[in-house]
C-alpha cells in the first residue's frame, strides 16, 4: 500500500501536457499559461479530426469571476465570442405544463442574521401585504423586462451566452500568447512509467510527448485517466433518467433575451440559448422513454428560425470519475464528469477544477495532495448533482411514464433533507465552499411550488406597518432599479465591439 507521505513519483513537475482542446483544455491551458508559464512547459494536443460536444454555451457567474483572474477584458472577450447575458434560466412546463418561474443570478430582498428574506416574504403573504416572491429581486426582473447594465450603485450579477467554439479559439489564442505550446495530431497510445501514471503518449504521426503531469481533456473517451489508468466511474442514472441530446443552432428572429430558456417535454428537456448571432438549441431525453427518431422529430418541429446545422447526437452516463486525479493525471471536464447541463454546472466544474489544481500545484506530486483534491470536488459534486436532480424530483407532472417513474424514484438522502427542511421550516443553510447559495434553493423550491409551512419568529417581530412598509421599500428599490436599465440588446451594441465577421 502506498504511505500516503512518500511522493506518487519523484520527478519534479516542469513539463504539463494537455491532452484534448475544447473548453476544458482550453480553459486549463489559458490558466496554467498566465499564472504560471513562467515555470512550466506547458503543452496541448488536439486534433482537429476529433469534434467535441460543443454545447457549453451558457455559464454561471463564476466564469466572470475567471476572466477577471486572467485580465481578460469582457468586452474583447464577448465580441470574440458572440456573446450576451444571462440572469438566470427560465425554467418552462417543469412544476406542470404552462407553468414558468425564473432561477435568476439575484438575491432576493433583504437578510437578517437570524433570518432570511423569505421568512419576511411568507408573513407578507399570510397577511396580503406581499407580492410575487419575484418582485424582491433585481436580476430576476431585469430578466423578466429583458434588460442589462452596468450599475454604478448595485452590483449585478450575470454570466454569459456563448459560442464554444468561438470561445476555445479565444482562449487558444491567448494561451499561446502567454507561452503554451500547441501540437495537432491524434492520441493513439499511452505508455505508462514505473510508478503506474502516464510516461508519455504518442500520435498517430509517431511523435512520442513526455510529461510530468497530464491534464485529461479528452472528453467521454476519457483516453488518460480512463482507458490507460482504469479508473472507475460511478453512474448516477438511477436519480438522473437522461442519457441522450440532440444539438444544433438556427437563426436569430428576435433580439437575444437575458436568460436561458430550459423547456421540459415529455421524455426530457430542450435548451435555448440566444447570442449575438444565432440561437444555440438542443434536447436532452432518455432514450428509454423516447426514440432518437421521436427526439429528433419532437425537436426540429420546435425549434424557431432556420436551421444553421443539421443536429448531432450526443450520448452520455450522467455520474462522476471514481477520482478526477489519480497518479499523474487530472481529469477535467467530461473525463471526469457528467451532469446534465440543465443549470449550465458544466463550464463550472472545469473552472473549479482548475482552481483547485492551481491552488495546490505540486512540485512533486504526493498521495496527500491528490486525496485533498479528490475530496473537495466530491463533495461539491455531490451537491451539484443534487441541486439539478431536484428540478425533477419536486415537479408536480405525472402525465407521462418519464415523469411517473421520476416521481417514484428514491431521491438522494442528501437532497431529501434539505427538501424537507425547507418545506416544514423555510430555512435553507448554506455550507461554506458550496456552488449554489440559499436563494437558488429557495427561487427553485418556490418556483416549483413548495412554500414552507411555517416562518422563522423573527419576522413577527417587526409590526405589521412596519412590515409592509419593510417590503414595499425593497420592491420599489428593485422596479426603479431595473427601469434605468436599457434594453439588454441596446446595452450590449453599445457596450461590445462590433462584432466580427
Given at each position: 500500500?502506498?504511505?500516503?507521505?512518500?511522493?506518487?513519483?519523484?520527478?519534479?513537475?516542469?513539463?504539463?501536457?494537455?491532452?484534448?482542446?475544447?473548453?476544458?483544455?482550453?480553459?486549463?491551458?489559458?490558466?496554467?499559461?498566465?499564472?504560471?508559464?513562467?515555470?512550466?512547459?506547458?503543452?496541448?494536443?488536439?486534433?482537429?479530426?476529433?469534434?467535441?460536444?460543443?454545447?457549453?454555451?451558457?455559464?454561471?457567474?463564476?466564469?466572470?469571476?475567471?476572466?477577471?483572474?486572467?485580465?481578460?477584458?469582457?468586452?474583447?472577450?464577448?465580441?470574440?465570442?458572440?456573446?450576451?447575458?444571462?440572469?438566470?434560466?427560465?425554467?418552462?412546463?417543469?412544476?406542470?405544463?404552462?407553468?414558468?418561474?425564473?432561477?435568476?443570478f439575484g438575491i432576493s430582498g433583504k437578510d437578517h442574521w437570524s433570518a432570511g428574506f423569505q421568512h419576511f416574504w411568507l408573513r407578507?403573504?399570510?397577511?396580503?401585504?406581499?407580492?410575487?416572491?419575484?418582485?424582491?429581486?433585481?436580476?430576476?426582473?431585469?430578466?423578466?423586462?429583458?434588460?442589462?447594465?452596468?450599475?454604478?450603485?448595485?452590483?449585478?450579477?450575470?454570466?454569459?451566452?456563448?459560442?464554444?467554439?468561438?470561445?476555445?479559439?479565444?482562449?487558444?489564442?491567448?494561451?499561446?500568447?502567454?507561452?503554451?505550446?500547441?501540437?495537432?495530431?491524434?492520441?493513439?497510445?499511452?505508455?505508462?512509467?514505473?510508478?503506474?501514471g502516464v510516461a508519455s503518449i504518442r500520435l498517430e504521426r509517431g511523435e512520442v510527448i513526455e510529461g510530468d503531469l497530464f491534464i485529461d481533456c479528452t472528453g467521454f473517451r476519457a483516453l488518460l485517466i480512463g482507458q490507460a489508468l482504469g479508473v472507475g466511474y460511478t453512474d448516477w442514472s438511477q436519480w438522473l433518467f437522461n442519457d441522450s441530446a440532440l444539438a444544433t443552432q438556427t437563426t436569430a428572429v428576435r433580439d437575444a433575451v437575458p436568460y436561458t430558456r430550459a423547456i421540459a417535454g415529455t421524455a426530457g428537456w430542450q435548451w435555448r440559448i440566444p447570442l449575438q448571432h444565432r440561437v444555440g438549441n438542443g434536447?436532452?431525453?432518455?432514450?428509454?422513454?423516447?426514440?432518437?427518431?421521436?427526439?429528433?422529430?419532437?425537436?426540429?418541429?420546435?425549434?424557431?428560425?432556420?436551421?444553421?446545422k443539421q443536429p448531432w447526437p450526443i450520448r452520455f452516463k450522467p455520474g462522476q470519475r471514481q477520482q478526477c486525479w489519480a497518479k499523474n493525471v487530472v481529469a477535467l471536464g467530461l473525463a471526469g464528469s457528467f451532469i446534465e447541463p440543465l443549470e449550465s454546472t458544466t463550464i463550472h466544474l472545469i473552472q473549479r477544477g482548475i482552481v483547485r489544481l492551481l491552488q495546490t500545484f505540486p512540485r512533486v506530486i504526493t498521495q496527500p495532495a491528490i486525496d485533498e483534491y479528490n475530496a473537495r470536488l466530491d463533495e461539491e459534486l455531490q451537491h451539484v448533482r443534487d441541486f439539478v436532480v431536484m428540478h425533477y424530483c419536486v415537479s408536480d407532472r405525472r402525465d407521462t411514464p418519464y415523469w411517473r417513474d421520476i416521481a417514484a424514484m428514491e431521491i438522494p438522502a442528501t437532497l431529501r433533507h434539505r427538501i424537507e427542511l425547507f418545506r416544514e421550516t423555510g430555512t435553507v443553510f448554506h455550507v461554506p465552499g458550496e456552488l449554489f447559495g440559499e436563494n437558488s434553493w429557495i427561487q427553485v423550491m418556490m418556483g416549483q411550488g413548495i412554500v414552507p409551512r411555517q416562518h422563522h419568529p423573527t419576522a413577527d417581530v417587526m409590526a405589521r406597518d412596519d412590515l409592509k412598509r419593510f417590503l414595499d421599500d425593497i420592491r420599489a428599490n428593485v422596479l426603479g432599479t431595473v427601469r434605468q436599465m436599457p434594453a439588454h440588446m441596446d446595452y450590449l451594441r453599445a457596450y461590445c465591439p462590433a462584432p466580427r465577421p
Open positions: 500500500m502506498q504511505n500516503h507521505d512518500t511522493a506518487v513519483s519523484p520527478r519534479p513537475v516542469k513539463r504539463v501536457v494537455i491532452a484534448g482542446g475544447g473548453t476544458a483544455g482550453w480553459m486549463a491551458a489559458a490558466a496554467l499559461s498566465k499564472t504560471l508559464g513562467k515555470t512550466l512547459d506547458i503543452t496541448l494536443v488536439e486534433s482537429e479530426e476529433i469534434g467535441t460536444v460543443g454545447v457549453g454555451e451558457a455559464t454561471i457567474p463564476t466564469l466572470v469571476v475567471f476572466h477577471r483572474l486572467l485580465d481578460i477584458k469582457e468586452q474583447d472577450f464577448m465580441a470574440a465570442v458572440q456573446g450576451t447575458v444571462k440572469l438566470g434560466i427560465s425554467f418552462e412546463n417543469w412544476k406542470d405544463v404552462d407553468h414558468r418561474y425564473i432561477h435568476s407578507g403573504r399570510q397577511e396580503g401585504l406581499a407580492s410575487e416572491y419575484s418582485d424582491y429581486c433585481i436580476e430576476l426582473q431585469a430578466a423578466l423586462q429583458d434588460r442589462f447594465s452596468h450599475l454604478p450603485r448595485y452590483h449585478v450579477n450575470y454570466a454569459y451566452h456563448m459560442d464554444a467554439a468561438l470561445y476555445a479559439r479565444f482562449l487558444r489564442d491567448f494561451s499561446q500568447r502567454h507561452g503554451c505550446r500547441r501540437i495537432e495530431g491524434k492520441i493513439v497510445d499511452v505508455a505508462k512509467d514505473e510508478h503506474g434536447i436532452v431525453y432518455s432514450s428509454r422513454y423516447m426514440s432518437d427518431d421521436e427526439a429528433r422529430e419532437q425537436f426540429l418541429s420546435s425549434v424557431e428560425g432556420e436551421v444553421i
